[in-house]
C-alpha cells in the first residue's frame, strides 16, 4: 500500500493540542522561576542582616514537615507586624504570577473549547462521508468506478484504497459470474433448440406409425411417448433453471393462499390425493393471501412432491403442514421412504447431482429448481432426516403485503 499524505486536519489537530501542552507547562515555569528568585532574595536579605540567624533559618527550608509545621507561625507573625492574612495573597498578586496564570487558563480553556468544536465537526464530516462512502460501495456493486481518497479527506486514505481494491476484484467476480451465468443460458437454450426439433420429428412419425401399428407394437410405441415427454420435461427444467440464473425471469407478486396452492399441487399429480395428507397447524395459520409467483411457487412444490411420492414406497400419507409464524409462512413436507444419507445431504440441492439411494430415473435437477425459485421469493429451503424414517423439507417463506395494505 502506498504512503498517504498526511490529511490537513490532523496536523491542525495536533498543532493545537501542543499548544496547549505548552500552555499548560507555562504557568508551572514562571511559578517555579519566581519562586526560587523570591527565596534566593530572601535569604540573600537575611544572610547580610545576620549570618547567625541565616544559618539557623535555612535548613527549615529543606525540610518539608517543619517547612509546612511552621506555616501557621508564620501567619501569626504577619498578623504580630501589623498585616492582614491576605498579606501574602498581595505577595503573590504583586508578583505578576497570578495574572499570568489567570491569562493562561483563559487562553487554554478558549483553545479547549476550539478543539472540541473542531472535533464535533469532523465527526459530523466523517458521518456525512461515510454515508457517501457506503453509497458509493453500493453503486460500485452494480457499475464499478473507483474509490478515490482525495474524495474522503476525512477518512483513513489507506481504508479507501483497501476498500478500492477490494470492490474491484468483487466487481470482476461479479462480471465473471454474469458472463458465466449468460453462457449457460445460451449453451442450454442452444442445446434446447437442437434437441426439440429431432424430437418433435420422432413424436410426428411415432403417430403416423402408431395409426398403423399392430395391437403388439402399440405398448412400446406408447412407451416411446412416455420418454419423449421425460425428456421434453427435462429440458423444459434445464431452460427454467438457465434463465432463472440469468436473472431473465421476474417473479410476479399477486395474492393467493398457500392452501390452495397446495390443493393444486394434489390434484396435479397422479394418485397424489391419496398419498397426501395437507393439514394446518394448531390454527397458528391465518389466510391471509400470500403475494408471490403461483406458477413458479407451483412448480417448486411440485418438484419437492414428486421427489418425495418417488422415493416413499410405505403405505404412510406424505404429510404436508402449513403454519405461520414471525418469520413468514412455513411449510413442511415429510416422506417415510429410507430418508437421505449422510454424505448425500449437504449436495441434495446441487445441480445434476444423484444420491445413492435414488433410482434411474432421477435427473439431480428438480430440488435444484425448487431451490432458485424458493430463492427467488426470499425464502429458506432446508432438508433433515426424520428421527425415526424418511426426510423433512422445510420451506419458509417471508411474509410481505401490498403498499397500504396490512399484514
Given at each position: ?20 501542552v ?11 522561576q ?6 534566593q ?9 545576620s549570618?547567625?540567624?541565616?544559618e ?28 492582614t ?40 464530516k ?44 468483487l ?13 449457460t ?19 410426428i412419425s ?41 436473472g ?9 393462499e ?150
Amino acid at each position: 500500500m502506498k504512503k498517504q499524505n498526511r490529511p490537513a486536519w490532523i496536523t491542525s489537530i495536533a498543532a493545537l493540542i501542543l499548544l496547549l501542552v505548552a500552555l499548560g507547562l507555562l504557568p508551572y515555569l514562571l511559578i517555579r522561576q519566581s519562586f526560587i528568585i523570591t527565596w534566593q532574595n530572601m535569604i540573600g536579605i537575611l544572610y547580610e542582616k545576620s549570618p547567625q540567624l541565616c544559618e539557623e533559618t535555612v535548613p527549615y527550608l529543606f525540610e518539608r514537615d517543619m517547612f509546612w509545621n511552621t506555616a501557621q507561625q508564620g501567619e501569626d507573625a504577619i498578623i504580630a507586624l501589623g498585616y492582614t492574612k491576605k498579606g501574602v495573597s498581595y505577595l503573590f498578586q504583586n508578583s505578576g504570577l497570578g495574572y499570568v496564570y489567570l491569562g493562561t487558563f483563559i487562553v487554554q480553556a478558549a483553545l479547549a473549547l476550539l478543539l472540541f468544536y473542531l472535533l464535533i465537526r469532523l465527526r459530523k464530516k466523517q458521518a456525512a462521508q461515510e454515508e457517501l462512502l457506503a453509497q458509493d460501495i453500493r453503486d460500485a456493486i452494480t457499475q464499478w468506478a473507483g474509490l478515490k481518497a482525495e474524495d474522503y479527506p476525512f477518512l483513513d486514505p489507506g481504508l479507501i484504497h483497501e476498500m478500492s481494491d477490494a470492490l474491484g476484484l468483487l466487481h470482476a467476480k461479479e462480471q465473471f459470474l454474469q458472463k458465466k451465468n449468460r453462457d449457460t443460458q445460451m449453451f442450454i437454450e442452444n442445446i434446447s433448440h437442437q434437441i426439440k426439433t429431432p424430437l418433435s420429428c420422432i413424436s410426428i412419425s411415432l403417430d403416423l406409425v402408431l395409426e398403423e401399428a399392430k395391437q403388439a407394437q402399440k405398448k412400446r410405441i406408447l412407451e416411446c411417448f412416455g420418454y419423449l415427454g421425460n425428456v421434453e420435461m427435462l429440458l423444459k427444467r434445464l431452460l427454467d433453471i438457465g434463465r432463472l440464473e440469468a436473472g431473465k425471469i421476474i417473479m410476479r407478486k399477486e395474492p393467493f393462499e398457500m392452501e390452495q396452492l397446495l390443493e393444486e399441487c394434489k390434484s396435479t399429480l397422479p394418485d397424489a390425493e391419496q398419498r397426501i395428507l395437507l393439514s394446518i397447524e394448531g390454527g397458528a395459520y391465518q389466510k391471509r393471501p400470500y403475494y408471490g409467483d403461483f406458477e413458479w411457487l407451483k412448480e417448486a412444490f411440485l418438484n419437492i412432491l414428486k421427489n418425495c411420492l418417488e422415493h416413499d414406497n410405505s403405505s404412510e400419507p406424505i404429510s404436508v403442514t402449513i403454519s405461520q409464524n414471525a418469520e413468514g409462512i412455513k411449510i413442511t413436507v415429510r416422506d417415510h421412504g429410507p430418508g437421505i444419507m449422510p454424505e448425500d445431504l449437504p449436495f441434495i440441492f446441487d445441480r445434476f447431482y444423484i444420491p445413492k439411494n435414488a433410482k434411474k430415473s432421477h435427473s439431480g435437477i428438480g430440488l435444484n429448481l425448487a431451490k432458485l425459485i424458493i430463492d427467488r421469493h426470499f425464502g429458506v429451503f432446508h432438508v433433515k432426516n426424520h428421527d425415526k424414517c424418511g426426510a423433512i423439507f422445510t420451506i419458509v417463506l417471508p411474509v410481505f403485503a401490498l403498499k397500504h395494505e396490512k399484514l
